[in-house]
């Protein structure tokens, strides 16, 4: 071989060899032009992800100061009811106790009541039974005369 036909094999041969170097470069070149694609749109799905997940964790504190609040409000309302019903029953039991003290002092005035009116039908009665003595024996000595009356003194 020539020394130019050798320099030219040579020019071939490290040609052919670029080619395939170059060959070889756009297929790694290729693969990560579709690395790079898929890393963007993964990219993209992890921000939007992030995204609603942002939005949930923001509506759920959200969620939680309202429940927190209804909460507050709920045992505000609970200690108000307690504290009506402990003063309801309060007035309740006073109530009871002034209705008993009044039936206990209407009882009393009406025992009273009945024991006066028990002494006045004894006295009445009584009374009753001494005028028709005094007449019966008022008719008797109007029937008899003086000296049969000392005779039944004596």
């Known amino acids: ?13 490290k040609t052919s060899l ?6 070889q470069s756009e297929k790694v ?7 790079i694609q898929k890393i ?15 939005s949930k964790h923001q509506h759920h504190t959200e969620a939680e100061e309202e429940l927190k609040d209804d909460y507050k409000e ?10 009506e019903l402990h003063e309801r029953i309060d007035q309740v039991e006073r109530h009871i106790t002034e209705r008993i003290d009044a039936l206990r002092s209407d009882l009393a005035n009406h025992k ?13 009665k009584w009374k009753y039974i001494i005028i028709c003595g005094v007449l019966v024996v ?17």
Not at 1 to 13: E, F, G, N, S, T
Not at 112 to 124: A, P
């Open 40 to 54: 963007q749109e993964l990219n993209v799905n992890v921000m939007q992800m992030l995204t609603m997940h942002e």
């Open 29 to 35: 070149l290729n693969k990560l032009s579709d690395s």
């Open 74 to 83: 709920l045992h505000s309302r609970i200690t108000t009811v307690n504290r």
């Open 1 to 13: 071989m020539y020394p130019d036909d050798q320099q030219l094999a040579d020019v071939k041969l």
């Open 18 to 23: 670029l080619e395939k170097d170059i060959l």
């Open 112 to 124: 009273k009541q009945d024991t006066e009116e028990k002494g006045l039908d004894f006295f009445d």
């Open 138 to 154: 008022g008719y008797i000595g109007g029937q008899l005369n003086s000296a049969q009356i000392l005779s039944l003194i004596k």
